[in-house]
Structure formats: C-alpha cells, structure tokens
C-alpha cells in the first residue's frame, strides 16, 4: 500500500442549508476553513475554492472519508515527528564524531 501524502489526501464535504430538502456534496476537497469575520465556509478544492455565504445557516455532514482524512493526517504528522527525532539523533551522533577526530 502506498503512503499517502499531505497533498493526495481528498475527502467529500457534504452541506445542507436549514430546512432545505438537498444536500450538496463537493468531492475532492483537501481543507475547508470556517472564516468567522464574514460568515463564509471556504472549501479548498484541485479545482478552486467554493464560498459559502451564511454558513450560519447550514449544517455539515463528514463522513467516514473524513475520518480517514483525519487519521491519515494524524499518521503523517507522526511519521514526522519521528524522522525529526531522528535527524537530531543522526546530527547529535555526527557531531560527536567530529569532535572525536
């Protein structure tokens, strides 16, 4: 199985405004931002951005693609860590071989 990256992680960002009968589904999405200065949901697409004005007055619906989304991010965030941790470790053993010499 291939590791995912940062920039391949997609998820599906469904929507539906209060007491309307559809819900809207916009795939592909690599983030969404709430900003709260102008009510406005930005979702981040490969194609663009979609702004949704009055986001007040929707509710959103993540599903188990966004868990993933969620974990994925989470394991690359470990993933890291880890290789950070270990370039320090790496540094810090050069050094001292350097100063031995």
Excluded at 36 to 49: A, P
Excluded at 71 to 95: P, Y
Aim: hydrophobic residues 35%.
């Amino acid at each position: 199985m291939e590791h995912p990256t940062a920039s391949s992680l997609r998820y599906t960002f469904t929507f539906q405004r209060r007491f309307w009968p559809l819900k809207r589904h916009i795939q592909g999405v690599s983030a969404h931002v709430y900003s709260k200065d102008c009510d406005k949901m930005i979702i981040r697409t490969d194609f663009g951005s979609h702004h949704i004005r009055n986001w007040s007055d929707c509710e959103v619906f993540l599903g188990k693609d966004w868990q993933e989304y969620v974990n994925a991010l989470e394991q690359l965030r470990r993933s890291a860590i880890e290789v950070g941790i270990d370039a320090r470790k790496l540094e810090s053993i050069n050094t001292l071989l350097e100063n031995k010499e």
